[in-house]
């Protein structure tokens, strides 16, 4: 058991760790870098899925948060976070039922849910819903601007899919059209700043295409929402996005690290690391007790964290409950039950595996276990 005020090598491993420090100069460094830009700023809590981060970011400015599912919304909504956009389609009519009785719950207290369509029959579930419920919902149309997963076609490509759809949504009663959803998940990670751009700026036009297109039917959109950890900087920059989405900017995995940095734009942290310990020793190489089970590999595997540059090793792959460690540059084997922190390839998978983080003070040398965290909204998968 873990308790406030432990040093840090009293943490159990396998553990996932935050970096108070770090995470809050991210923390603060994105809302200053929102309020700076006058955009809106509406983290995406699928990355950490914490009650307790959520609301940090509403205290530093966020204006609400993004979850991709309906129990994470749920999950947050139940520990008070009042303003959720589930950024993304719900269908099953099982799940818009609980959807619509949030959105009512919600209104109740002062607060409200959003959410996103990409086609007729979900607009006309999510309508019989709203209805049976006697709710009332905020309505992002997806346009695919780019990322070829969810949302019709931006009217660049297609001038009537997301004006129609738009006006069904408007005309449906208890759901209020609110603008488009306009995600480009490939842009993010993307590794050079130019393709970064190239991508982004193909997803501002297509959004902006289709707000010009809804007003020019008539249609109202407030609001163009989106953009990630790899863009957000361009999108705000743009006069089209008026809300920022990003979530990964708090922790800042090693994909992240991966991505060459553009230097007109604000860097974030390391804040999130896997604690693990050497648990064997052999020729040429030392075993951790952290593998699949602690940390999520499909953006690759974690990098051992050096930082500075005293003692490199190569991580590769040693299956559900081990890492193995290969010295490299000639540095020395670490010894037994040594400490090795882990930078985890993709943060918001590595998460969705602990059940609590652990919060360090004072840097993960010296500090101390300050708090532990749940996640709150850990399995939230429905
Ligand atoms: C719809 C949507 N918005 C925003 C994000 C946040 O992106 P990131 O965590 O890369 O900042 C994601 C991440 O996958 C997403 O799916």
Known sequence: MTRSAEPISGIDTPALVIDLDAMERNLHRMAAFARQAGVRLRPHAK???????ARLQLAAGAVGVCVQKTSEAEALAARGIDDLYLSNEVVAPAKLVRVAALARSLAARGGRLAIAVDGAEGVARLAEAV???????????????GQGRCGVPPADRDPVAAVELARRVAASPGLRLAGLQAYQGKAQHLRSPEARREASAAAVSAARATRQALEAAGLPCPLVTGAGTGTYALEAASGVYGELQAGSYLFMDR????????????????ALFVKAQVMSVGAGRAVV????????????LPRVHDPFGRRAYAFENGGDEHGILRPL???????IGETIWLVPGHCDPTVNLHDRYVGVRGGLVGGRVERVIPIDARGALT
């Open 47 to 53: 990355m950490h899925k914490s009650a307790e981060l």
């Open 131 to 145: 209805r049976e419920a006697g709710a009332a919902l905020d309505v992002f149309v997806e346009i695919d601007v």
């Open 255 to 270: 994909d992240y690290a991966d991505n060459a940095a553009d230097p007109a734009h604000p860097p974030f942290e390391h």
């Open 289 to 300: 007790d952290a593998g699949h089970k602690s940390h999520a590999v499909d953006s690759g």
């Open 329 to 335: 540059g000639g540095a020395p084997l670490p010894g």
